[in-house]
């Protein structure tokens, strides 16, 4: 039974760790619903091993758990011991981060539950440890009647002892260490097995009972006031400590102010915002805190401000650590502000997630997919939660398989997919239903360039439907093509904000340069015109006859720059040669710098 009961943790643990838990509750997917049919579908399970036990123990002629009434003593108890162990169960799988470890820390906590709980619990009945207190030993008793396992263990025997003594009994000669006419009397008044009596189950199959509703009860709290509950610490209490001690710290790295001008602009225009007018941005996260209180303390988001409207496609950019995932999660409810407002669709996402989940699809940075379904299944799994009727859920899912290019795939097990193709699926996913604000952390990583065009397009193709969309990637190219405004994060900070051309404009005032030049003979009076014509330009890189330079663009134009090198095409003898402006990746490495060189650093301009 241990061995069949513990199992139960396996897919609990498994949707908590990879998110996919929190993708089915931004579904719209219930806490009370997800943990009911969870329980109802192990309870399932449970009971068809029950028939199978008794199938065994019918066919092993062990009669006195089989025949006539004792079948439904038998079920009874079992069935009392599968509804408090299984809730038992996934309470415990909480404590667990791999779904392999909490089933064997679970097994061998079941199985001594029921062994060796079972022995302890004879031997304190016995008064065996005569040094214990009545107090202590009953608080011991009691404790132990928290296992279900110790609670079956001790019915299975109470139960076996007394029907095994009326077989002994009825022996033409009984044996003689039994008291056969007291024990008759016991057992001829058969409703008293589940009475409260020493020796009876009654107290064990109410405690299975009781513990049953009570665990159930705390998986639900946990689901829902323990993060409140977290949230109050963090914001109160945690926060309030660090505040009066790290004075220096929150007044520098917390205020919030920046010196670019339009992350100070963007936070200005919400700050000024009245309160009334908060909730008019689809996504608006003011004055936005995150601190991670582990040892040593982490400043993972340091006080931005952010408006998104419906139909922008906004990019969060940074490098590892910048605080990018931390943003998404507190987005999207899975982990609380420290300090500030988050807002979506006017709902104030901590106070209100009941009605902000079924506003996000969320594609996370790890694929959050249950491995044992197709794609098909799953997208139907999610149309359903999401209320697509019935009779368009098919034809809907083909149309979101289609535009990820997933039909082929569609019906084989996720668990033998590509990285590419986990990435296409989960962001199929996000896109399911109506939300009207989608996060995609990396939706890319690992797809090739067909696949990645195809992902652009579709999101383009939601972003026009006038969904709100924000993104994360390591991809400049993808930002540049998808994003209308995107932030550079350093450490927790917005260090730049605009659109990709305006960031262009802003911090790549130089021209990209690459020419190749024919001749050896011509190769230096090349680089000496160059550094003549224009004052300021650096040669980044030279192989084999082929220079890389940065050209200031102050007071060069863009014909003075192609005019001055038509004529030195001639001149010089140059094979080609190139002019282009500063890509966004340009941009992004200038804040890199930054991000290596100093804590709470400014930006340096190229
Ligand atoms: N659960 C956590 N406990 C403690 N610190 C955390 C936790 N999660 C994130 N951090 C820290 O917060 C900071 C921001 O992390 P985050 O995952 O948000 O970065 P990111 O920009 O998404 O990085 P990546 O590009 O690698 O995904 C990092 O310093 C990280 O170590």
Not at 61 to 69: H, N, P, Q, R, S
Not at 551 to 577: C, H, M, S
Request: charged content about 20%.
């Amino acid at each position: 039974m241990a061995l069949l009961v513990s199992g139960f943790c396996i897919l609990t643990v498994t949707e908590r760790t990879t998110k996919a838990k929190h993708i089915q509750f931004l579904s719209g997917v219930s806490v009370f619903a997800y943990w009911l049919s969870a329980l109802l579908w192990d309870f399932i399970i449970f009971f068809i091993s029950f028939c199978l036990l008794m199938a065994v123990l019918k066919n092993n002629k062990a009669d006195i758990y089989v025949t006539g009434f004792h079948f439904q003593e038998t079920m009874v108890i079992f069935n009392l011991y599968g509804w408090a162990v299984i809730p038992f169960v996934y309470l415990m799988s909480f404590l667990f981060s791999k779904s392999t470890s909490a089933f064997i820390q679970l097994l061998l906590l079941n199985y001594f539950a029921g062994t060796v709980g079972f022995l302890m619990g004879i031997a304190l009945e016995n008064k065996m440890y005569t040094s214990m207190s009545n107090i202590t030993r009953s608080f011991l008793l009691n404790s132990l009647l928290l296992l279900p396992n110790y609670n079956l263990a001790r019915c299975i025997g109470e139960y076996t002892a007394i029907y095994q003594t009326e077989i002994l009994c009825n022996l033409k000669n009984p044996p003689d260490f039994l008291n056969c006419s007291k024990e008759s009397n016991k057992i001829n008044s058969l409703k008293n097995i589940y009475s409260l009596e020493e020796d009876m189950i009654g107290k064990y199959l109410i405690a299975m009972s009781i513990t049953g509703f009570l665990f159930f009860l705390f998986i639900f709290l946990g689901e829902t006031t323990l993060q409140r509950l977290r949230t109050f610490l963090n914001q109160h209490v945690y926060f309030g400590i660090y505040k009066q001690i790290r004075k220096d710290i929150v007044s520098k790295e917390l205020s919030g102010k920046s010196e670019d001008q339009d992350v100070q602009n963007e936070r200005d225009r919400i700050l000024e915002l009245p309160p009334q007018e908060l909730p008019n941005s689809t996504v608006l996260l003011k004055e936005l805190i995150k601190i991670y209180f582990t040892y040593p303390v982490i400043l993972a988001i340091k006080n931005i401000s952010l408006a998104i409207q419906k139909g922008e496609c906004f990019g969060l950019l940074g490098y590892n650590g910048a605080g990018k995932t931390t943003t998404f999660q507190i987005l999207t409810g899975e982990i609380s502000a420290t300090s500030g407002e988050v807002f979506i669709d006017g709902f104030n996402v901590t106070k209100n997630i009941v009605k902000v989940r079924p506003r996000i699809g969320y594609c996370p940075q790890f694929d959050a997919l249950l491995e044992y379904m197709t794609a098909r299944e799953i997208m139907m799994m999610y149309a359903r939660v999401w209320g697509v009727s019935e009779h368009q859920i098919k034809p809907y899912v083909n149309k979101c398989l289609n535009s990820l290019e997933l039909e082929a795939h569609a019906d084989k097990l996720i668990s033998t997919y590509s990285g590419g193709n986990r990435r296409r699926l989960s962001t199929a996913i996000a896109l399911v239903g109506k939300p009207s604000v989608i996060f995609l952390d990396e939706p890319s990583t690992g797809m090739d360039p067909a696949a990645r065009r195809l992902l652009w397009n579709t999101v383009t193709r939601a972003r026009e439907s006038g969904k709100a969309i924000i993104i994360t990637s390591h991809s400049m190219e993808e930002c540049d093509a998808l994003c209308t405004r995107l932030a550079i994060m350093v450490q927790g900070k917005f260090m730049c904000l605009g659109s990709p051309q305006h960031l262009k404009n802003k911090f790549g005032n130089i021209y990209i340069l690459k020419a190749k030049v024919k001749t050896e003979d011509k190769l230096k009076d090349f680089k000496t015109f160059i550094e003549m014509t224009f004052p300021g330009s650096v040669l980044k890189h030279e192989n084999q006859g082929i220079l890389n330079y940065y050209i200031p663009r102050k007071d060069n134009g863009w014909g003075k720059v192609f005019g001055t090198l038509e004529k030195a095409k001639e001149q010089f003898d140059l094979e080609d040669y190139s002019i282009s402006q500063v890509t966004l990746e340009q941009v992004f490495l200038t804040f890199a710098y930054a991000d290596e060189t100093a804590e709470g650093c400014e930006k340096q301009e190229p």
